[in-house]
């Protein structure tokens, strides 16, 4: 199993990037999303999304600027970040058999993580 994250970089207040994640070595896999480090802060939960359960889940904090997506063909899910704070630099994780529900995303025991890319937004 292996989880390919793209897409960081330094971005000013108020720009976009769009972050990329393929899997590969998954026959199927529900629940995939985004969790974020920024400096000397925990992992939080950003966005999932899950086929299963029909809906996807945002962190109030970027609710209206984020948009997740997923391409099943390309096995790749999609992080849109428009409108960039300063407070969303931090490392980004791709994950996958995670905890995917309306109100809540979270880590399970069998949770598959990819490499990290650093997202900065300063000016």
């Given at each position: 199993?292996?989880?390919?994250?793209?897409?960081?970089?330094?971005?000013q207040?108020?720009?976009?990037?769009?972050?990329?994640?393929?899997?590969?070595?998954?026959?199927?896999?529900?629940?995939?999303?985004?969790?974020?480090?920024p400096?000397?802060?925990?992992?939080?939960?950003?966005?999932?999304?899950?086929?299963?359960?029909?809906?996807?889940?945002?962190?109030?904090?970027?609710?209206?600027?984020?948009?997740?997506?997923?391409?099943?063909?390309?096995?790749?899910?999609?992080l849109?970040?428009?409108?960039?704070?300063?407070?969303?630099?931090?490392?980004?994780?791709?994950?996958?058999?995670?905890?995917?529900?309306?109100?809540?995303?979270?880590?399970?025991?069998?949770?598959?993580?990819?490499?990290?890319?650093?997202?900065?937004?300063?000016?």
């Amino acid at each position: 199993v292996q989880l390919q994250a793209s897409g960081g970089g330094l971005v000013q207040p108020g720009g976009s990037l769009r972050l990329s994640c393929v899997a590969s070595g998954l026959t199927f896999y529900d629940g995939i999303g985004w969790f974020r480090q920024p400096p000397g802060k925990e992992r939080e939960g950003v966005s999932c999304i899950s086929v299963r359960e029909g809906i996807t889940y945002y962190r109030d904090s970027v609710k209206d600027r984020f948009t997740i997506s997923r391409d099943n063909a390309k096995n790749t899910v999609y992080l849109q970040m428009n409108s960039l704070k300063p407070e969303d630099t931090a490392v980004y994780y791709c994950a996958t058999e995670l905890l995917c529900r309306k109100r809540i995303m979270g880590v399970m025991t069998d949770t598959k993580w990819g490499q990290g890319t650093q997202v900065t937004v300063s000016s």
